[in-house]
C-alpha cells in the first residue's frame, strides 16, 4: 500500500484493523471519543506507535480531545477498502472451506462468497450454503462474470501452486492461501499465508522459553 507517496508497512496495515476492532468495540459501549493513549493501551501498543501509523494517512484527532470514534472508524473502514463490499471466492470446498464458507463474520465485514470451486466430480455442479460449486477449470470465465477480487486457497498442498497460478491467470491480485506451501507471487499480487501451525510453534517457543529461563514472576512477554 502507498499512501502520499510513502509505502505503508504491513505491520502497520494489520494493526489498522485491530484500531477498527477496536473502536467498533468502544462505538457499542457509547462512546463517541477516545484518547490516543485508550486506544493504544486496549492493543499493547505505544500511543507513540499508534500516532505513527495513523500519520501515514492523515492527520486525525484533536489535541486535548481525542479522537472521535466513529470517525475514525470510518477513515480506517475506508483506508481498509471496508465501505464497499469484495466478492471472493474458496477454491478447495473440503473441511476448511466449508467452514470458512459458513463463518458468518465473513459476511459481516463485508466479504461476499460469490463462488466455489472443486476438482471432485462429486461436489462440482452441487452448492454449498447455496453456493454454487464450479469446476475450477471454469476459474476465469466465473471470476470474470461475478466480479470476484479475493480467493481463499484451501486445497491441499500438493495441490496449492498450479491452483494459485491459475488464480493469478484469471486476474486475481489477492489470495489468502491455508495451504501449507509457500507461493511466489510478483509485487502486483498480495498473497498472504495463514497457517495456524506455524502461530501454534510460536506459543510453543514462547512456552519452552518459560520452562529454560524459569522467570521470576512467570510472565512471558509476548511481542506485539
Ligand atoms: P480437504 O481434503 O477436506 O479439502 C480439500 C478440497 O480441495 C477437497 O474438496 C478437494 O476435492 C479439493 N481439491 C483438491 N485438489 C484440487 C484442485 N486442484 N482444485 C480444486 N480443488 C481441489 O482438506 P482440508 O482439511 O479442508 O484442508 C485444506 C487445506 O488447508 C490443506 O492444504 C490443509 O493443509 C490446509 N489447512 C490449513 C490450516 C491453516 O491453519 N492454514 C488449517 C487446516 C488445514
Same mark, same amino acid.
Given at each position: ?28 459501549? %457509547? ?7 485508550? =486506544? @493504544? /493501551?486496549?492493543?499493547?501498543? &505505544?500511543?507513540? #506507535? ?79 450454503? %447455496? ?7 471454469? =476459474? @476465469? /470465465?466465473?471470476?470474470?462474470? &461475478?466480479?470476484? #477480487? ?75
Amino acid at each position: 500500500m502507498i499512501e502520499n507517496g510513502k509505502k505503508v508497512p504491513q505491520v502497520t496495515v494489520k494493526r489498522l484493523s485491530r484500531y477498527l476492532r477496536v473502536l467498533e468495540h468502544f462505538s457499542e459501549q %457509547g462512546y463517541e471519543t477516545i484518547s490516543s493513549e485508550e =486506544l @493504544a /493501551n486496549e492493543l499493547h501498543v &505505544k500511543p507513540s #506507535q499508534l500516532r505513527k501509523d495513523l500519520a501515514y494517512f492523515g492527520e486525525f484527532g484533536t489535541r486535548g480531545m481525542g479522537y472521535s470514534v466513529s470517525k475514525l472508524a470510518e477513515v480506517l473502514r475506508k483506508i481498509l477498502g471496508l465501505h464497499r463490499q469484495w466478492a471472493i471466492a474458496i477454491i478447495g470446498v473440503g473441511n476448511l472451506g466449508t467452514a470458512l464458507l459458513r463463518y458468518k463474520g465473513l459476511n459481516e465485514k463485508g466479504f461476499r462468497v460469490a463462488a466455489l470451486f472443486d476438482d471432485d466430480p462429486e461436489k462440482v455442479g452441487s452448492a454449498r450454503s %447455496g453456493i454454487h460449486i464450479y469446476h475450477v477449470d471454469n =476459474l @476465469a /470465465n466465473v471470476v470474470k462474470e &461475478k466480479n470476484i #477480487q479475493i480467493v481463499i486457497l484451501t486445497v491441499p498442498a500438493p495441490a496449492a501452486r498450479a491452483a494459485a497460478e491459475a488464480v493469478i491467470k484469471a486476474g486475481i491480485k489477492s489470495i489468502l492461501n491455508f495451504a501449507p506451501v509457500s507461493i511466489k507471487t510478483g509485487p502486483e499480487i498480495t498473497c498472504l499465508q495463514v497457517d495456524i501451525a506455524s502461530e501454534l510453534k510460536i506459543l510453543s517457543h514462547y512456552l519452552a522459553g518459560q520452562d529454560v529461563s524459569g522467570g521470576k514472576d512467570g510472565k512471558v512477554a509476548i511481542p506485539g
